[in-house]
């Protein structure tokens, strides 16, 4: 069979998408299966078996990166991989991450069917705690495997419960061998849910991932005084929640100033002490900006930081902001941007060119290897929703493309 005839099975790779779901399946159809846990361990075991069936070996990092390889012709050469996570959001649904994994599969499994043996090894990369929605920040691994964060920096992240990251890791059996970092890449190629409108509002199929934009993270801790709700007078109170209220309508208007490229949220808020008759003495939470341009997005940042300062000042609480997580924008490789247009257009799609809004593994791949992303569309833009949604023939469609990628760098490169 020739190579520009191999195609990737859109049933068998439904099949799996569908599979894995019921490792952290909730009632409502979508998943929870957090980065470490048992629900992770189990999705993990059926990743590396089923790779083993295709003739695959499984590699495993010291950060419990998952590395499966397809031999090729000269094993001299660094492989080119595909990849993305299988851990999810605590509502998460059935596609983010997970269909880069088993659309990385489906190609597996097509180039295996084919009897086709390629120039380079082909890998396929399960990468650690993308989601970061247990262990902040995301795409944490393969933030390591970039150098952008130390490996003990990570081992000694802890969640909100007091977990050690690294005793997670080692609890669920995936602390693998290989220092995280040390494994060679050719290239990497990326297919993911768009988690945004564009393609579906223009009726496209694929989109050409151009890069990321950058975004930042903060953790802001408002301190009052804890008071009686019944006897304490208004003008007397040194309410933490009311004044957090208030920034977080300020984050919201610094995210408006800065439209249409600009994004904020707070989707983290705890109050302390918590209590219907208490006036709120603490209240922890985070913030989230985004913008394609990095000088917005610092000005964003100065922004929004002098309107918490104030309404704190009048308030009369104190404000600390600690920053999490600065990840600039990124410009995927020419190249590579250029060999999944000319996939999709071989394949009958024309591509659209676009900006990711949403973080990605592929972000940090991008600092040591040749990157880029495809984009399929999902209903109604939803995503990190467990009613996040795609249709069997999109999932079928960027899968193909995936493989026509891949191909490509591996006869070019």
């Keep these: 069979m020739s190579q520009s005839n191999i195609r990737i099975d859109g049933n068998a790779l439904w099949a799996d998408l569908m599979e894995t779901a019921r490792f952290g399946g909730t009632s409502k159809g979508g998943i929870r299966r957090l980065t470490l846990t048992q629900e992770d361990r189990q999705v993990r075991e059926w990743f590396a078996a089923t790779c083993e069936k295709l003739g695959c070996t499984i590699t495993i990092d010291t950060m419990g990166n998952m590395f499966a390889r397809r031999p ?3 094993a001299s050469l660094p ?15 059935k596609f983010d991450g997970i269909l880069g994994v088993l659309g990385g599969l489906a190609v597996l499994r097509a180039l295996h069917e084919a009897g086709h043996v390629t120039r380079h090894p082909i890998e396929l990369i399960n990468w650690t705690n993308e989601e970061g929605s247990r262990f ?3 795409m944490m691994c393969s933030g390591v495997f970039a150098r952008v964060f130390t490996e003990q920096e990570v081992l000694d992240k802890r969640d909100r419960t007091g977990a050690r990251f690294g005793d997670e890791l080692v609890a669920i059996g995936y602390r693998g061998q290989e220092p995280c970092g040390d494994h060679p890449i050719g290239a990497y190629f990326e297919l993911h849910i768009e988690q945004g409108p564009i393609l579906e509002v223009e009726n496209r199929v694929i989109g050409a991932v151009s890069g990321v934009q950058g975004m930042r993270w903060y953790e802001v801790t408002v301190k009052g005084k804890d008071a009686h709700a019944g006897s304490t007078p208004m003008p007397m109170r040194h309410d933490a929640l009311l004044a957090a209220s208030k920034m977080v309508v300020a984050l919201s208007e610094v995210a408006h100033a800065n439209a249409p490229g600009a994004v904020g949220t707070v989707g983290l808020i705890e109050n302390r002490p918590n209590s219907n008759n208490v006036v709120p003495g603490e209240t922890f939470f985070t913030v989230d900006i985004r913008h394609p341009d990095d000088a917005v997005v610092a000005a964003m940042e100065q922004d929004f930081m002098a309107r918490f300062r104030q309404i704190a000042e009048v308030a009369g609480v104190t404000l600390e902001i ?15 941007v250029d060999m999944v247009a000319e996939s999709a257009r071989q394949m009958g799609y024309e591509p659209r060119p676009i900006v ?3 973080g990605h593994d592929a972000a940090y791949l991008a600092k040591v290897a040749p990157t880029a992303m495809i984009f399929v569309p999902c ?4 995503s990190h929703n467990e009613e996040e949604s795609i ?5 079928e469609a960027g899968a193909n493309v995936l493989l026509g990628a891949v191909l490509r760098a591996d006869s070019v490169l």
Excluded: K, N, Y
Excluded at 79 to 93: A, K
Excluded at 322 to 333: K, L, N, Y
């Design 72 to 74: 090729g012709q000269d």
């Design 79 to 93: 492989p080119i991989t595909m990849g993305s996570h299988l851990d999810t959001q605590p509502t998460g649904g």
């Design 136 to 138: 902040t920040p995301p």
């Design 322 to 336: 600690v920053p999490i997580w600065d990840a600039p924008a990124v410009h995927f490789d020419a190249r590579c």
């Design 356 to 358: 990711s809004g949403p």
């Design 379 to 382: 209903r109604d833009g939803l």
């Design 391 to 395: 249709t069997e023939s999109e999932a």
